[in-house]
């Protein structure tokens, strides 16, 4: 497709259910990142990948969070025995090549999490 | 460690100016930048501004840089209803290098009445 792709839209789990988030970035795109947005607050980054290289994991709030990708292409967010405080949007954002140009990024419209 | 600040809300009459004011600590950012979140969608990049330029301007949209206070602003000219959305400052995170990492502040709602 033309911009990021991010499913589900929306998921609702039970407390300690484990889910998954899944993020398709722009074609070509080498960089990916995400983070979560809370009610009311601003966007926290999580992780950031860069082509083959290692991530940037300091983001990732506790050992339940995770995140893999596959190249340049898909990225799974993996949150592990779900707790009420995970609820939030999901945002995954791509950019053409980390540092070009002005660094823009990419925004998908989010996984909105919703933990009960 | 590094942090963005912006007031969470402001509420203008239609017609009127929008100014939306953000503060960082971070002085290396090569970039900043505004971005826009309409209702249901996802961020946009609205403008930006390079570190070494006081001022830019863009058609209704006026960025201001104060680089001594670490202050930027968003102007908003002839405020219009379709304005309405939260706008978000960032600054590029120094650390990790030249990653294109942002730092975003917590977002500024504009609510514009008719």
């Known amino acids: 497709g033309a911009g990021v792709s991010q499913s589900p839209s929306n998921k609702v789990t039970e407390k300690g259910k484990d889910v998954e988030l899944r993020c398709d970035p722009i074609s070509g795109h080498t960089a990916l990142y995400w983070y979560r947005q809370r009610l009311g607050q601003g966007l926290e980054f999580l992780i950031y990948f860069q082509g083959n290289s290692a991530p940037d994991k300091s983001g990732l709030p506790s050992d339940r969070f995770s995140a893999e990708r596959t190249g340049e292409s898909v990225s799974t967010l993996t949150i592990q025995r779900t707790q009420q405080e995970d609820s939030a949007v999901y945002l995954c954002?791509?950019?053409?090549?980390?540092?070009?140009?002005?660094?823009?990024?990419?925004f998908g419209e989010g996984s909105r999490l919703t933990v009960l | 460690g590094e942090d963005v600040e912006q007031s969470l809300f402001l509420s203008v009459r239609e017609g009127d100016s929008s100014v939306i004011n953000c503060t960082y600590t971070?002085?290396?950012?090569?970039?900043l930048y505004w971005y826009k979140q309409e209702p249901g969608a996802g961020l946009q990049l609205l403008t930006y501004i390079f570190s070494n330029m006081d001022m830019k301007q863009d058609q209704r949209l006026t960025v201001l840089l104060n680089k001594k206070d670490k202050h930027l602003s968003l102007r908003i000219a002839d405020t219009q209803t379709g304005d309405s959305a939260i706008y978000f400052c960032a600054s590029e995170a120094s650390s990790g290098g030249n990653t294109g990492k942002l730092i975003f502040g917590q977002g500024t709602t504009l609510q514009v009445k008719p």
């Open positions: 971070d002085s290396s950012s090569t970039y």
């Open positions: 954002a791509s950019s053409p090549l980390a540092g070009a140009n002005t660094g823009e990024l990419f």
